[in-house]
Nanobody, 128 residues
Framework: EVQLVQSEGGSVQAGGSLTLSCAAS????????MGWYRQTPGDECELVSR???????YTKNSVKGRFAISRDNAKNTLYLQMNTLKPEDTGVYFC??????????????????????WGQGTQVTVSS
């Protein structure tokens, strides 16, 4: 059984930093495409960053230079380092991995859809 267990989020002031982690079991972080989504006010999930199984990364334009995705294969854990946070970064962040070995994490997704494994979600609040 695959489980993705996320760390606690937090509340920070604008300009602050947070690191989210996602500990995986039942799949290998090193061999899997994994990523981070943020839930929109319309309850869709927008891809913030993705680490593909072939080690190619994607980062949403609005967070480039501020957010960095990484993985620790030994700990089987995915991370999202968030720096210079802005109020518009506020939201619930989900760790995700495709259920199918050849599956993808698309830019937009229905949060909780059955084609993806999802973490439990982590609230990040950035105040101005």
């Amino acid at each position: 059984e695959v489980q993705l267990v996320q760390s606690e989020g937090g509340s920070v002031q604008a300009g602050g930093s947070l690191t989210l982690s996602c500990a995986a079991s039942g799949l290998s972080v090193a061999d899997s495409t994994m990523g981070w989504y943020r839930q929109t006010p319309g309850d869709e999930c927008e891809l913030v960053s993705r680490y593909s199984s072939d080690a190619i990364t994607y980062t949403k334009n609005s967070v480039k230079g501020r957010f960095a995705i990484s993985r620790d294969n030994a700990k089987n854990t995915l991370y999202l380092q968030m720096n210079t946070l802005k109020p518009e970064d506020t939201g619930v962040y989900f760790c995700a991995a495709p259920r199918s070995r050849d599956g993808e994490l698309y830019i937009w997704a229905v949060c909780g859809n059955r084609f993806v494994y999802w973490g439990q979600g982590t609230q990040v609040t950035v105040s101005s």
